[in-house]
């Protein structure tokens, strides 16, 4: 019996311990608390978010709040309301802390339905810090005023995470500033995020402005060091967040990658977060270094590339401005740095000159029998953009087609017939005499997000896609003959080239690339550290083999085996540029983005000189900004000379041995490859001017 009773007493005293550790680990973990007020009137807000990281709870009519945290548990966060701002909307968690108060300050411009915020992305600055294209920034902010300006990411490593911030803040901006987490940002061993929160903050939270609610999530998958949150952390919070945030409000989220593979159905813990049931309007993204814009679904997809230099597919050096008007609709618009495109010259040899929507980005314009082509690119929303065929004598609009999205490559004319690729993958055959679509195709991009690689054909099938999948059509039908998907590397401005038997593909982070060109089947690929990140195109020589610039090289590769027959590295030049060599004799002038038009011997396989040109109006090549000697087009051979535009908004003429015989201003940079009918040269230029210029 004794026994007995001290086996209940045990019991007792067990359950008992088990309810005082449950009650006590409770009350430890019901310790984040506070208010939220107005910072002028000290009223409380009521129904107002606050948030531990994973739970979320609404302010009472106190303005009073009570969280219970989770384990990793950083900060307290405010989900700051329209027409308020916050000068701390986080509070950094610690044992000394009692209490987590937020005292907020109304601000009209975050009041309004209508208003607007400006994006921009991997700046990746390092010890210097924010240089002069800040001032560029902060001048759009003035001037602007949109509700706050958003970097998505890539800021980046140690040196720029410490340097960023000091250097662009809500201080010193004059408006809110708020920074996303990229996968260089990751930094500190064994906690990634922990140098970027201690500058900037959580990796997520939420705020709104006007009718919408704006959420900023962090990289997290692929990041360069280890993650301290598990991989479904911010969605489980998302989806606590979301289901605090009324259901009137668009949802717009701010991350530096693009969406999941999966869409915006989010898959964790057995459970389906669907972002189309909150709502949401828009993706806003960078990390892929481009400017691109499309619909997904009702979800405007949105990336940005780098504010001061060009993208890794030549993408203009641009800030992004989004527009939210009072009925909830989407608008954007790039400021380019440093480029007015309304800044445009009226040369004394022009013939005539038409205005096209959207820019002259990397299409060659064409002639063909009395008729000009070219086609336009508009990484704005909505946007207007398409194929164009003028009179060659008068410019008059002979026809139009307006293409799904941007054509940032070149046009192929063969046989009557004018074929052209967007950005999206959409293949068009058209009639070039009419303009009527005789076929349309979608083909494959494999893992790029979008594509500036030129298309090209041997006369039979038209050769699409990138270097990341390609697909051979049948030029007359657009039927498919063959289609081979890689997934190697990223996108790149080079033109696919045929070679004889071979179909010759780039891209960056990659390798140059060799396939049959009837059958697609892969031939070779060269990864040398020179050929695998790109952006010009190769020429094939007299000999057959191919004259490949790469960045700081001109390598001669064999077309058989992809083997490198000579190399010459020159540290002074960027060859980065999109254009492809044209060959004069025994020279080879080729098109850089640092040091204009290069002389190269093809003899005695050295660098002869170069032909300058003036500093770039904006930033194209990769990593190159404003202000280099850049020429991204091919140049045109005539009456043994040679005729190219080049981005400091002039076109030139150039003599064999280099010496320049004159120029013309058009005052917007020239990208794009010029044609000529033996009396005028047409051009395209970047504000989407076509002009006829006399004195061949």
């Not at 706050?148 to 250097?167: A, K, M, S």
């Not at 009395?370 to 003028?390: E, H, I, Q």
Request: charged share 20%; aromatic share 10%; net charge neutral.
């Amino acid at each position: 019996m004794e026994k007995m009773q001290m086996l209940w007493i045990c019991a007792a005293l067990a359950v008992g311990l088990i309810a005082v550790v449950c009650v006590g680990r409770f009350a430890l973990r019901k310790k984040y608390s506070g208010i939220v007020c107005d910072a002028q009137t000290g009223e409380a807000l009521c129904c107002v978010s606050v948030t531990d990281g994973r739970h979320v709870v609404k302010t009472g009519a106190d303005g009073g709040f009570a969280l219970r945290g989770y384990r990793r548990t950083r900060f307290i966060v405010v989900t700051v309301p329209p027409g308020y701002t916050a000068q701390a909307f986080y509070l950094p968690v610690s044992r000394k802390t009692k209490r987590y108060d937020f005292r907020l300050h109304k601000n009209e411009t975050a009041a309004g339905a209508a208003h607007s915020f400006l994006q921009i992305s991997d700046t990746e600055v390092g010890a210097d810090g924010v240089g002069a294209w800040g001032d560029f920034i902060r001048g759009l902010c003035a001037r602007l005023h949109p509700a706050f300006l958003v970097h998505t990411g890539d800021i980046c490593y140690t040196e720029g995470l410490r340097r960023h911030y000091p250097d662009m803040n809500t201080e010193n901006m004059g408006l809110p500033v708020h920074y996303c987490i990229g996968n260089h940002d990751y930094v500190a061993p064994g906690y990634g995020e922990a140098l970027f929160e201690s500058i900037y903050g959580p990796v997520w939270y939420s705020f709104e402005v006007g009718q919408v609610h704006y959420v900023v999530t962090p990289f997290q998958t692929g990041a360069d060091r280890r993650s301290g949150y598990s991989r479904f952390d911010r969605w489980r919070w998302l989806k606590n967040d979301l289901a605090h945030t009324d259901s009137d409000k668009q949802v717009i989220l701010f991350n530096h990658n693009a969406p999941p593979s999966s869409g915006y159905a989010l898959k964790f813990d057995g459970k389906t977060l669907d972002l189309h049931k909150h709502r949401l309007a828009a993706w806003v993204f960078g990390h892929y270094h481009y400017n691109y814009v499309r619909e997904n679904n009702g979800v405007l997809e949105i990336s940005t590339a780098r504010p001061d230099c060009g993208g890794i597919d030549q993408s203009p050096s641009a800030a992004r401005l989004v527009q939210i008007d009072a009925s909830g609709a989407i608008q954007t618009k790039l400021y380019y740095y440093d480029c007015d495109k309304t800044r445009r010259a009226a040369p004394q040899t022009l013939v005539w000159q038409t205005e096209l929507p959207g820019t002259g980005l990397f299409c060659d314009t064409l002639y063909a029998d009395g008729r000009v082509y070219t086609a336009t690119a508009d990484d704005d929303w909505p946007r207007k953009c398409g194929v164009y065929c003028l009179d060659a004598e008068t410019g008059a609009l002979l026809w139009s087609y307006e293409t799904d999205n941007s054509v940032k490559n070149n046009l192929v004319l063969f046989d009557g017939r004018l074929a052209a690729q967007d950005c999206a993958g959409n293949v068009y055959g058209l009639d070039a005499k009419t303009g009527e679509l005789l076929w349309r195709k979608q083909v494959a991009l494999g893992n790029s997000l979008n594509t500036s690689t030129g298309i090209c054909t041997d006369g039979a099938l038209l050769f699409t896609g990138c270097a990341a999948a390609i697909t051979a059509l049948n030029l007359k039908t657009g039927e498919t003959v063959w289609e081979t998907v890689r997934n190697k590397g990223e996108c790149s401005a080079a033109a696919m080239l045929c070679a004889g038997d071979k179909l010759i593909v780039s891209s960056h982070w990659d390798a140059l690339a060799a396939l049959d060109k009837n059958t697609g089947k892969p031939c070779w690929k060269n990864r040398d550290g020179d050929l695998r990140y790109r952006s010009s195109t190769p020429a094939v020589l007299a000999d057959g083999s191919l004259l490949v610039p790469s960045a700081k090289a001109v390598v001669l590769v064999d077309t058989a085996t992809g083997a490198i027959l000579h190399k010459t590295e020159y540290e002074k030049d960027s060859f980065s540029a999109s254009g492809a060599p044209v060959i004069f004799g025994t020279t080879a002038y080729i098109p850089t983005a640092s040091d204009g038009l290069v002389r190269f011997d093809l003899v005695e396989k050295t660098i002869e000189g170069a032909v300058p040109v003036g500093g770039a109006l904006l930033g194209t090549p990769p990593y190159v900004g404003p202000g280099a000697q850049t020429v991204e087009c091919t140049p045109l051979l005539l009456n043994e000379s040679l005729f190219f535009g080049a981005s400091d908004g002039f076109f030139y003429r150039v003599a064999a041995d280099g010496s320049i015989l004159g120029k013309v201003q058009l005052g917007v940079p020239v990208l794009s490859s010029a044609a000529s009918d033996g009396k005028r040269i047409f051009v395209t230029d970047f504000s989407g001017r076509v002009v006829a210029l006399s004195g061949v």
